[in-house]
């Protein structure tokens, strides 16, 4: 997913969806805050099948490919109360950009 370390116009760090999800809680937008409470680090080939139907089905029904293996990263966000998640690959970069991110406010992006 390109663009995944951009800053917003107002200068918070956004945080990108290519799609809208399943999993994503009633009323969430563009552009609203969301806080990254924590980064899990796990394997794709260890992820329940009903975790990956729950984090990578669109709204429309379509699951989203992700690998069948290989290090991830588990990203779990808190919106107005309701917890959710999203898997992201590995890699060193990522791994120390988003667990930097911990604790801070990100501004929430679907680009479709």
């Not at 951009?6 to 609203?32: L, V």
């Not at 429309?60 to 490919?65: A, I, N, V």
């Amino acid at each position: 997913m390109s663009g995944e370390f951009n800053h917003s116009y107002d200068g918070r760090k956004t945080i990108q969806f290519s799609h809208r999800y399943n999993k994503m809680p009633h009323g969430i937008y563009t552009g609203d805050s969301v806080v990254l409470l924590e980064v899990l680090n796990s394997r794709f080939q260890d992820l329940h099948p009903a975790f990956i139907r729950y984090d990578a089905t669109t709204d429309k029904g379509e699951l989203y490919p992700l690998p069948k293996t290989g290090s991830c990263l588990v990203l779990i966000f808190l919106f107005k109360g309701d917890i959710f998640t999203t898997v992201r690959r590995q890699t060193p970069e990522k791994e120390r950009y988003y667990k930097g991110l911990r604790g801070e406010v990100l501004r929430l992006e679907i680009v479709m």
